[in-house]
């Protein structure tokens, strides 16, 4: 297993469980890459955020079935939340402390750290992510043509002590959760312009001659939205929909919504602030922001580069490479988008390999369930023949078409209900046990199946 992140982790632990013996081999502590801050594994760099636990939403269907097959990834998460409304968030240090010890206590995988700079022999699954080595990368190269990849900005973190809260106020979206999850700054609408006009000028870093950005659509550096009109941010990251001011009875022109980043909330992160600003002019420009003139700040936003594979073009059904089956494939280098769907993507790794060592038949979970739409995406199921395959979440658009005529009030029911009854039928075949489904209703708060 090369990777430890959160697809490298999974991966290991699902085979360990599984039966296999693993090495797992990870470049920290000796190297890190530009956007990692610690040695830890299972490193959250973008985001402390794991985005909605609803189960009627794609993401929250991918939480509820990680669950039930015994995910490390998202048993960690539940023991290390912290306050989000609706939104599954985590104790950064704490998550990443659980993911290594639960992953030691395994028994079965050897931890071997350094740099992989040359393909390992054996089995191999790689799961290097985002931010692949160009070493490893070169190694690869002549086996998988044309390297793919687009950008991607983290956002900045500021000191829960230096915001001011006479001008901050506590409130998730419409109310959701227990309405104080997150720190919501009110910005008129001269601030507002001001504040555009600002990020449009301010100096940024710029990309080598040889590299082309090319940014995903869900996490888009806000200077690039701010160069598509005065308004996008203010209907994008800085929206104000759902967030009434409590001083004036009123939606404010924008926001800026700071969420925890950790249980005690001395820190808190600049939700949609992704960012490739300079350093120095994120401090400028961000002090602009009411409740941040004084701000101290924990990390600026950085960007780094994303790698990705063409992944139906070059990977077996089975997630191994087209050219030398022997080597796998798992998590965001697979094109899939987000810290759950690659931890979902080295869970499906780890049944592949599992079918392979033991020689039995790989069935990939049903394509209606949400880990099974994951796998269409990954394979070009989900896609047009003419699809330019770029990196994704898990959405409803990768599922296949509900039967009938819907209406849009009860669309993400349908969804949910029919990949429960979907995922019932293949947990029968699974490898490993898989946790029955909370009753009474997909739409209640699931809740972690006992430990594995």
Known sequence: MVGGGLAGTECAFQLARLGHRVVLREQKPQKRSPAHQSNALAELVCSNSLRSDNPQSA????????????????????????????????????????????????????????????IPEGVVVIATGPLTSPALTAALAPLVGEKLYFYDAIAPIVSGDSIDQTIAFRASRWGKGDGADYLNLPMTKEEYLAFVQAVRAGAKVTPHDFEEPRYFEGCLPIE????????????????????????????????VQLRMEDRAGTAWNLVGFQTRLTWPEQKRIFGMIPGLQRAEWVRMGQIHRNTFLDAPRLLARDLCLKSEPRIFFAGQITGVEGYVESAACGYLAALAVHARLTGTAFLPPPAVTALGALYRHVTGEAHPDDYRYQPTNVVFALFPPLEGRVTKSDKRERYACRAQGAFDAWAASAPHPVSAAPAPSVAQALTPPPAP
């Not at 985590?90 to 079965?108: I, K, Q, T």
């Not at 160069?227 to 800085?238: T, W």
């Not at 001011?245 to 926001?255: F, I, K, L, M, Q």
């Open 59 to 118: 993401i929250g269907m991918l939480h509820a079935e990680l669950r039930r097959v015994g995910s490390l990834i998202l048993r960690s998460a539940d023991e290390t939340k912290v306050p989000a409304g609706e939104a599954l968030a985590v104790d950064r240090e704490r998550f990443a402390a659980a993911v290594e010890g639960r992953l030691r206590r395994s028994g079965g995988v050897e931890f071997q750290a350094g740099e992989v700079t040359a």
């Open 224 to 255: 690039v939205m701010a160069e598509r009109g005065d308004e996008v941010l203010s209907h994008g990251p800085m929206k104000p929909v759902g967030l009434t001011d409590p001083r004036t009875g009123r939606w404010p022109h924008a926001v």
